[in-house]
């Protein structure tokens, strides 16, 4: 049975787009904070580590984004439930880097 918050908004937003959009953040965010740590000369091997963990991440959502067959129904439409994943995490995003901007190191 079919709901409101099953049914796709848009048939032009797959699904992969939108999981892709949100390991891709993860991964800008690792990247950003722990990549700054490690070229200021501080940086221990778990700073190195999570650098390298969202260099991962970032090279994995280029792979989904690439190839929607990797994730199961990828290529579908997403759904409107789906939509509350890249919201939120567009919003703890900005919240990192108010306070990367806000506190100076």
């Known amino acids: 049975m079919a709901t409101a918050l099953s049914s796709p908004p848009s048939e032009r ?43 991962f991440a970032l090279l994995g959502s280029v792979q989904m984004y690439r190839d929607p067959d990797t994730l199961r129904n990828g290529k579908e439409p997403a759904p409107a439930y789906l939509y509350l994943l890249p919201l939120i995490s567009t919003g703890a995003v900005l919240l990192v880097v108010v306070t990367w901007v806000a506190t100076p190191p």
Do not use: N, Q
């Not at 953040?25 to 700073?47: C, I, P, R, S």
């Open 13 to 55: 937003i797959r699904r992969v787009d939108v999981i892709a959009y949100v390991f891709g953040l993860m991964g800008v965010t690792f990247v950003g904070e722990f990549a700054l740590v490690a070229l200021a000369g501080t940086a221990t091997t778990y700073e190195a580590g999570m650098a390298a963990l969202g260099g």
